[in-house]
């Protein structure tokens, strides 16, 4: 190991140790979401986790993410425990979530300025990831003008130029056409490969698990847990179709589908007492 290896290890990994999330319904039952998990990410992984419909994929992004407390367990960033939301960790949701009063630009820049960031370094930084995904042209527009697939490209922008650790991604493609959410994966695996920040995907589609994975992990039925961790090598250069063609990929994919399958038609776990 170099020293300066060694003087500034990697950052972006994640940890959770028995982590688990009950939630306590009006009428004061007990609902286990997420049973004690223990996983580890590793600094530039991209991980993405699949599986049946309330299986509890969010709530562990939304506990990593600090939105949601864990019930059980512990997580870490680099060592530090999660207690809430922080700058180490930027969030892509399903919806943009943009401020239609700015223009894609401000709101492109908007977490390094609301972080004190000088306007000279903020606006290189915008540019450069307005550039990244092609919207460049569309700076001075607003998020209203932009279709719906800019807008997802506009929110990573966004989350890239505040420059976190760790990107969290809740299905954020899910709303989109075949086409542009092609392209968006594509466009993704390409700014993944040019930062190596740490991801972890959340995503109901098979096909796009294992085309954007290093990591698949597949979780059960609630309460959830991962019943599956499949690693993803691949090979790099590849096209979209040509890898989506590869009997190496079909393989992973049916054995993901398989697995999800399963969890699926596996019977319910007893209600917490």
């Not at 223990?38 to 562990?60: M, Q, R, Y």
């Not at 930062?195 to 959830?224: C, N, W, Y």
Request: proline content about 8%; aromatic content about 6%.
């Amino acid at each position: 190991m170099s020293a300066v290896t060694a003087a500034h290890p990697p950052s972006g990994a994640v940890a959770l140790s028995g982590v688990g999330k009950t939630y306590v319904t009006d009428s004061g039952t007990s609902v286990e979401a997420v049973a004690p998990t223990d996983l580890s990410i590793a600094p530039g992984e991209f991980v993405c986790v699949v599986g049946p419909s309330g299986c509890g994929k969010s709530t562990v992004m939304d506990m990593v993410a600090g939105f949601l407390a864990p019930t059980a367990g512990r997580i870490t960033v680099d060592g530090r425990p999660v207690t809430g939301p922080g700058a180490e960790r930027g969030v892509v949701f399903q919806q943009p979530n943009l401020l239609p009063w700015l223009t894609v630009r401000a709101n492109v820049e908007l977490g390094p300025r609301l972080r004190g960031v000088p306007a000279a370094v903020r606006r290189a930084r915008a540019e450069h990831f307005l550039a990244l995904v092609g919207l460049e042209q569309f700076a001075d527009r607003k998020p209203y003008e932009l279709s719906g697939g800019m807008q997802q490209r506009c929110q990573i922008a966004r989350v890239l130029t505040n420059d976190p650790e760790i990107i969290l991604m809740d299905e954020p493609f899910g709303a989109l056409d075949a086409l542009t959410r092609e392209r968006m994966q594509n466009e993704l695996l390409a700014i993944w490969r040019e930062g190596r920040k740490t991801v972890l995907f959340i995503t109901h589609d098979v096909d796009e698990a294992v085309f954007l994975g290093t990591r698949v992990l597949v979780m059960s039925a609630r309460p959830g847990r991962v019943v599956l961790d499949l690693p993803v090598q691949l090979g790099g250069g590849w096209a979209g179709a040509e890898l989506r063609s590869l009997p190496q990929f079909v393989q992973l994919r049916d054995r993901v589908g398989a697995a999800i399958t399963a969890a699926h038609d596996a019977p319910p776990a007893t209600p917490a007492p």
